[in-house]
């Protein structure tokens, strides 16, 4: 956050040029201003507090200032972007270079845009930026201001909306397919078994009908399934151990699931508190997110698992207040999820694998949202994914 001394003039002119008409939180921070300007707070640290990404450019383009905000949402050390170019920092983001040069002359026009900042390890970050010139009084340019919004959670808020609708529709759906399909599903499986009886023991036809009886227990569990996601889940909230939970999943999960040379990193916090929710429910999403990450190793690799306790107070659910919180973490070094499957995974049906059925993280979206609870997903495609779940501590 350096920003040369003689700009701190240029700075104030800034700040009014950028936030004509300040809003409230803005004029929270403007209110204490003269007593700031008192004790000696400087320009460079008022903006530095700015939750957004305040950057500036001089006129030939060189980073001027760059806030903390910036810093994290581009990855970049102020000390190294000071002094670099536009076109250098931002050169995997053309939507944004080419928002930048409208600020410059000949145009010296405000612009606003949307797009993604990549980072230097390829995670993207959802941005909203508006880039304004900065202008002496005779009109002539100084550079330009670039304030920089994260979107990620306005994106994730979005997503969850249309995802809950989807699953709304597919839960109505299922719920009248099911009463239709299982009464066949029962006919056939009850003719498979009289079949089974008529035929000798020694008969090479005895393999059909357990290929009958296995796939109608098959569709039957993807109709419970699907029934989760329609109905909502009934759940028995009582106080537990998360750790305990885990535990179960992964001793249930090597005896199947793994291949011998999968490690299992356990980074539990030993004094995270209980938690608020329904054992069985629990073990169901922590299974499949496990059993998601052993198949995208391939069956070796290290999964990773942490809880932490959020030390920030979040407001969850409809009506539930302010709550404290944990995050669990899965992380996997497998094949990673591409950009363009990221949006579809927690919709029902998605897969990318020859058997699967797509529900696994459908349900478990639909499970956690019910304990009030978010589950999010950060993946580089080739370097992993790591799937995020919080979930609210027992009061
Ligand atoms: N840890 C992961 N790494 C890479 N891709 C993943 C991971 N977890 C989920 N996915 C992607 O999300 C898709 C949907 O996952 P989901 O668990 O819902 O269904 P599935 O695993 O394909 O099938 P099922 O769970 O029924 O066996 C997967 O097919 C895969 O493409
Ligand atoms: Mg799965």
Same mark, same amino acid.
């Not at 970049?76 to 930048?100: C, D, G, N, Y």
């Not at 000798?200 to 009886?213: A, F, V």
């Not at 999820?337 to 995974?345: A, R, S, T």
């Given at each position: 956050?350096? %920003? ?16 004509? !008409?300040?809003?409230? *939180? ?36 060189? &980073? ?12 970049? %050390? ?14 995997? =983001?053309?939507?944004?270079? =080419? ?50 919004? /994260?979107? #990620? *959670? +306005? ?26 399909? !299982? ?25 059909? #009908? /357990? ?26 909230? &009582?106080?537990?151990?998360? $750790?305990?939970?885990?535990? =179960? ?6 005896? #199947? ?34 059993? /998601? ?10 999964? #990773? ?8 107070? $979040? ?17 996997? +070094? ?9 949006? $579809? ?8 694998? /020859? ?15 019910? +304990? ?24």
């Amino acid at each position: 956050m350096q %920003a040369p001394r003689g700009r701190n003039v240029c700075l104030i002119g800034f700040i009014c040029y950028a936030f004509p !008409r300040p809003p409230i *939180h803005v004029m929270k921070t403007i209110k204490p201003l003269s007593a700031a300007l008192e004790r000696q707070i400087s320009w460079e640290q008022i903006l530095s507090s700015v939750e957004d990404g305040v950057i500036t450019l001089d006129r030939s383009g060189k &980073v001027s200032f760059f806030n903390e905000a910036a810093e994290m949402l581009t990855d970049l %050390a102020a000390s190294r972007a000071m002094s670099l170019s536009f076109l250098r920092i931002f050169r995997k =983001e053309t939507w944004l270079v =080419e928002l930048i040069k409208k600020s410059f002359p000949p145009t010296q026009e405000s612009a606003r845009g949307e797009g993604d900042l990549v980072s230097r390890w390829g995670k993207k970050v959802p941005v909203g930026v508006t880039v304004s010139p900065l202008l002496e009084p005779d009109g002539s340019c100084l550079g330009s201001i670039l304030l920089v919004r /994260n979107l #990620t *959670h +306005h994106k994730e808020l979005e997503e969850d909306l249309k995802r809950a609708d989807r699953l709304a529709m597919v839960g109505t759906l299922a719920a009248g397919l099911a009463h239709e399909i !299982r009464n066949p599903l029962g006919g056939i499986k009850g003719a498979a078994q009289l079949l089974r009886r008529s035929l000798d023991p020694d008969s090479s036809l005895l393999e059909y #009908t /357990n290929i009958m009886n296995r796939e109608v227990d098959r569709v039957n569990l993807l109709i419970e399934q699907l029934l989760d996601l329609s109905r909502p889940a009934k759940l028995e909230i &009582v106080p537990i151990n998360i $750790h305990q939970v885990l535990e =179960e999943v992964l001793s249930l999960e090597l005896k #199947t699931e793994a291949g011998p040379t999968v490690y299992v990193k356990k980074r539990f916090d030993p004094s995270l508190p209980l938690i608020r929710g329904d054992r069985n429910r629990l073990t169901q999403v922590f299974l499949n997110l496990v059993k /998601n990450g052993h198949q995208a190793m391939n069956g070796s690799g290290t999964l #990773t698992i942490t809880t932490r306790l959020e030390t920030d107070r $979040h407001v969850r659910g409809q009506g539930a207040g302010r709550s404290r919180f944990i995050w669990v973490e899965i992380a996997d +070094h497998g094949i990673g999820i591409k950009d363009e499957d990221l949006l $579809h995974i927690f919709s029902p049906f998605f897969t990318t694998k /020859n058997s699967g059925t797509g529900l696994g993280l459908a349900v478990c979206y639909w499970i956690i949202k019910e +304990h009030g609870g978010i589950i999010r997903v950060e993946s580089v495609e080739g370097k992993g994914s790591t799937f995020k779940v919080s979930l609210v501590v027992a009061d």
